[in-house]
């Protein structure tokens, strides 16, 4: 079966580290582009990083400089270290795989297909 | 960035009915537009990829359309399990950036 599950949330206050892991199952993390998204409470979806099958990295420029998306293929699993957190980084976090197929030498991006349950950051003093 | 706009923030329709929402980009994105559906307290769901393309398992009554910078998504027949949030996405550049979502009250 296919599926992400995330771990890592929690309480941690202002300045401080967290990070974000994401086990994937039935498909191969490296093979994919992989995203974050994030959702404040009451709020809407804020899309946070990605990671291509290639190693190349992209962030919102909300984040940008303080989190760091990467990958272990020998575990097969996404990680998001968030440093310097702030209070606007409470949300529930997701991770995400994005479906891609490639035609010629372009990967055209078809949305994120699977996603995991979300795991809850909570950033306060 | 790419800003994604979204119309109606709510809506509210009747078992039956028909609704459609709009999004609007701020620049051309051929048809990179994913549309999701989120329930309360659950991950969001992918329904509609490349503007138009049902998401395998997605019942027929959801359609989407457009390209360039304007999109719909048409939900018909709906059903009382139609209630949600619905969020455009373009996959066009990075940020992929999100609309702001409608939420949808089934009567």
């Known amino acids: 079966e296919v599926q992400l599950v995330e771990s890592g949330g929690g309480l941690i206050q202002p300045g401080g580290s967290l990070r974000l892991s994401c086990a994937a199952s039935g498909f191969t993390v490296s093979s994919n582009y992989m995203s974050w998204v994030r959702q404040a409470p009451g709020k809407g979806l804020q899309w946070v990083s990605v990671?291509?099958?290639?190693?190349?990295?992209d962030y919102a420029d909300s984040v940008k400089g303080r989190f760091t998306i990467s990958r272990d293929n020998s575990k097969n699993t996404l990680y998001l270290q968030m440093n310097s957190l702030r209070a606007e980084d409470t949300a529930v976090y997701y991770c995400?795989?994005?479906?891609?197929?490639?035609?010629?030498?372009?990967?055209?991006?078809?949305?994120?297909?699977?996603w995991g349950q979300g795991t809850t950051v909570t950033v306060s003093s | 960035d790419i800003q994604m706009t979204q119309s109606p923030s709510s809506l509210s329709a009747s078992v039956g009915g028909r609704v459609t929402i709009t999004c609007r980009a701020s620049q051309s994105i051929s048809t990179y537009l994913n549309w999701y559906q989120q329930k309360p307290g659950k991950a969001p769901k992918l329904l509609i990829y490349s503007a138009s393309s049902l998401q395998s398992g997605v019942p027929s009554r959801f359609s989407g359309f457009g390209s360039g910078t304007d999109f719909t998504l048409t939900i018909s027949s709906l059903q009382p399990e139609d209630s949600a949030s619905y969020y455009c996405?373009?996959?066009?550049?990075?940020?992929?950036?999100f609309g702001q979502g409608t939420k949808l009250e089934i009567k």
């Open positions: 995400a795989r994005v479906a891609t197929v490639v035609r010629g030498i372009i990967t055209h991006q078809y949305g994120m297909d699977v």
């Open positions: 996405q373009q996959s066009y550049s990075t940020p992929y950036t």
């Open positions: 990671i291509y099958s290639g190693g190349r990295t």
